[in-house]
């Protein structure tokens, strides 16, 4: 074919009406490879439909493919009828195309604009949109952007639209790429949908946002970004009668750099809920500290899976917004104005942390919780076994619910230095069965004042206390929860109480000071076997001890300690008295574990060094034994709370304790002996004062014991035939505790450790003779008495003369 000239009126046909306000020249080259081949060059001033006007070089591509090289001229292309233009390394300027493809690899083009089933695909390709609409503008099209394109404009990056009247749109398909614009990043309209993956949508301008959705969607994954300048993320409506829009982020992220990281607003317009699915730790920024913001007659459904948040939700106007949670947290306020509709529902381990305010309906299962961080309301408020957690550890909250139902369980706090406390408060009915678990304290209840805690207005709610055996520890004491005669209101009864597992800990530690110093006097009492075979000689000895008590006081079920320990030392016979006189020095260490029952427990750790003054007669077979030790004690309490908390509190103090035996050994034939002995004994305890961790106050004065104890050994000496002498024996005495006033004061209030009282004490053992050099024993004891057993005690000990 020759050139010739090609009719504006042929160019209208295949591309739509032009802006003929200018002149148009064209010249015109035909190359016919099939039928309704044409191609042409030429310049042109004029105005499609989907493309500013520009004056350049332009080329024109009617059903066929062309692909433009590297060091191809640079121009504007027009296709039509299923046209395919190929773009390979090279640039061009603007491209416009209708019912046609366009296929980019390490391209640089302008303005991309489609329409009419389209195909655009851009790999590692730059478009610059400068003033048009959008950098790439679809209409009833399809494009994939990859390798890292990168889609700016001085307006909006892209736009997914439809023909006027067409019930479809275009789609987007978006991965590890970049698509910028002044004015907004990315928008759909109706039935248009946009894909991003791994990559960054961002609206640059102070007033921009990340993507616009009008009655369209849009899916973020893979770790992409959408940012705006003002916006996240709006979602609207194209017009009325159209639906809502779906925004569906995984493991990608949200920001409105000045506003809200997310905006539903219909602008006045009634329609269907827009969809936003925040999955798998995804985030929202919001720079005003909201994040999702619904408004203008808005309606949103919000679903939250497998995501933590941060910031506020705000339901204005008489907008409606329901928030579903699950595996996921929010920390941050939800707020209705008054007219909105707002509806929250945590469940499968989700968790709101933060402020509940004119929220119509909650709903929390048993795996979830709400820790109000303020005043809050609710309309109603529904509990499948969830938690509401009304104040935090220093504050003090209300929460009013209109209507209250299911079972649930409401953790609260008091103070009761200050008579403030969190209250719950039901205006409307409360029905079900529900639990309150009030924080202990090391505080005191104010003397006769009740603690209200929940006030109802209606309905056959019961309310009962969570905490360990129904009862709140409040310093020294504990309380229970007590319904008033008109049966609308619940409290904290202070004229039924008990003694609180926290005084029970620190007046046992006081108590145990003597039964360590029984234990450990205990394997100084079962060396007097040993000491009689050669007591003649010096040498050094060694002790191994354990022992067992159980003590009951007035208070409850008492405690349990375990004690281990161990004694070194080393006798030497005094150079007076015909070497009846023996002297000795020990040091030595216990350890003693207290069991005081609803995981409350205390260790005592025990350091002493002592001597010890052994006369013995052995032609009439008298002895006196006087012992004198000195103690540092280390004490811990480890007390567990009624509302399911620990508090500790420790202290160090020092001990003296002396005591004086008598007794005389009678020899029979074969062996046999009969030893009679009274003793007497005496400890004094450092008294301390300390603060546990919650407050709790304790004073404790000197600990005492005085006692007295007679008993009788009745053993036999046995000598085999290698030399070796074994001493059986076994032991029965009676000892009487007289010391009675111990007391110890907390928070003011007088408790008196009181061990007084008989106790009947049997053991047995073995000591062996095993060379002139070598002794050992070994024996086991059991005593019982007034509020005290020690089911077992056990002593090992070896000893060397030279």
């Avoid at 050139?3 to 035909?30: K, N």
């Avoid at 200050?418 to 409360?430: E, H, M, P, R």
Wanted: proline content about 1%.
């Amino acid at each position: 074919m020759g050139e010739g000239s090609y009719s504006i009126y042929h160019h209208r046909r295949i591309f739509g009406e032009l802006d003929l306000s200018t002149s148009s020249r064209w010249t015109t080259t035909y190359f016919r490879t099939r039928a309704k081949t044409v191609i042409w060059r030429g310049t042109s001033s004029f105005c499609f439909s989907l493309l500013a006007c520009e004056s350049a070089f332009a080329a024109g591509l009617v059903g066929t493919a062309h692909t433009v090289d590297r060091g191809d001229n640079v121009e504007s292309w027009q296709l039509s009828q299923q046209a395919t233009l190929n773009i390979d390394q090279a640039e061009t300027l603007g491209i416009v195309a209708r019912q046609s493809q366009v296929n980019a690899v390490g391209a640089t083009t302008q303005q991309i604009s489609t329409s009419d089933g389209s195909v655009v695909n851009l790999a590692g390709t730059t478009v610059t949109g400068g003033n048009a609409r959008a950098g790439v503008e679809l209409a009833n099209s399809t494009v994939t952007i990859s390798g890292n394109s990168t889609i700016s404009s001085d307006r909006l990056g892209l736009q997914a639209g439809r023909n006027i009247n067409v019930n479809s749109g275009s789609k987007v398909t978006v991965s590890d790429s970049t698509i910028r614009g002044v004015t907004g990043g990315a928008r759909a309209t109706a039935f248009s949908t946009l894909e991003f993956s791994g990559s960054t949508i961002e609206g640059t301008g102070a007033g921009s946002f990340g993507v616009t959705l009008l009655s369209g969607s849009a899916s973020a994954t893979a770790g992409s970004q959408i940012l705006g300048g003002q916006n996240g993320v709006r979602l609207g409506l194209e017009g009325a009668g159209l639906p809502g829009s779906h925004l569906l982020l995984r493991g990608s992220s949200v920001e409105g750099k000045s506003g809200s990281a997310i905006v539903v607003d219909y602008e006045g317009t009634s329609a269907a809920a827009s969809r936003i699915d925040v999955l798998d730790g995804s985030t929202l920024t919001g720079g005003t500290g909201t994040i999702i913001e619904v408004k203008g007659l808005g309606n949103a459904d919000v679903n939250l899976e497998r995501s933590d948040l941060k910031g506020n939700v705000q339901i204005a106007d008489t907008s409606t917004a329901a928030l579903g949670f699950k595996q996921a947290s929010l920390t941050g306020d939800v707020t209705a104005d008054t007219g909105a509709t707002a509806a929250v529902a945590l469940q499968q381990n989700s968790q709101l942390t933060g402020v509940m305010t004119n929220v119509s309906s909650a709903t929390i299962d048993s795996t979830s919780r709400w820790n109000m961080t303020g005043n809050s309301q609710v309309g109603d408020l529904v509990l499948d076994g969830g938690t509401v957690r009304i104040g935090a550890d220093t504050a003090f909250n209300q929460l009013a619910v209109h209507n209250l139902s299911g079972s649930g369980l409401f953790e609260m706090n008091v103070n009761f230095a200050t008579n403030q406390s969190d209250v719950l408060n039901i205006t409307g009915t409360a029905t079900g069965d529900h639990r309150l678990l009030v924080a202990s304290t090391g505080t005191e209840l104010a003397s006769g004042q009740p603690v209200d805690l929940v006030h109802v207005a209606g309905g056959d709610a019961k309310f009962s206390l969570a905490n360990v055996n129904g009862e709140v520890d409040l310093g020294a004491f504990s309380y229970g929860l007590k319904q008033s005669e008109s049966g609308n209101d619940w409290f904290l009864d202070p004229t039924a109480r008990t003694v609180s597992p926290s005084t029970r800990a620190v007046t046992a530690l006081f108590n145990t000071a003597i039964t360590v110093l029984d234990g450990e006097a205990m394997s100084l009492r079962s060396r007097m076997g040993e000491v009689r075979f050669n007591h003649f000689k010096s040498g050094p000895w060694g002790r191994a001890y354990g022992s067992k008590y159980n003590v009951s006081d007035a208070f409850g079920d008492g405690y349990r300690q375990d004690q281990q320990g161990f004694t070194l030392g080393a006798d030497a016979p005094l150079p007076i008295g015909g070497g009846q006189w023996l002297l000795g020095v020990m040091a030595g260490q216990s350890h003693s574990d207290l069991n005081l029952h609803r995981g409350t427990s205390g260790t005592i750790k025990s350091y002493y060094v002592g001597s010890y003054l052994t006369w013995i007669d052995n032609a009439k077979g008298y002895y006196l034994d006087n012992v004198v030790k000195f103690n540092h004690f280390q004490n811990e309490a480890k007390v567990g709370l009624s509302d399911g908390n620990r508090t500790k509190g420790d202290y160090d103090n020092t001990g003296v304790s002396g005591s004086i035996e008598f007794g005389r050994h009678f020899a029979f034939d074969q062996g046999y002996f009969i030893e009679p002995y009274i003793q007497g004994s005496a400890a004094i305890i450092q008294g301390k004062d300390y603060e546990l961790a919650n407050g709790l106050s304790v004073e404790g004065d000197r600990t005492r014991s005085m006692r007295a104890e007679g008993g009788m050994t009745l053993g036999r000496n046995l000598k085999l035939r290698n030399g070796v002498v074994w001493q059986p024996y076994a032991r029965v005495a009676l000892a009487h505790e007289f010391s009675k006033n111990n007391e110890v004061q907390v928070n003011n209030n007088v408790f008196n450790n009181d061990l007084s009282g008989s106790r009947v004490k049997v053991g047995g053992g073995v000591a062996l003779n095993m060379s002139e050099r070598w002794q050992a024993h070994a024996e086991l004891e059991y005593m019982r008495g007034n509020n005290i057993e020690m089911p077992i005690g056990a002593t090992l000990g070896l000893q060397l003369k030279w």
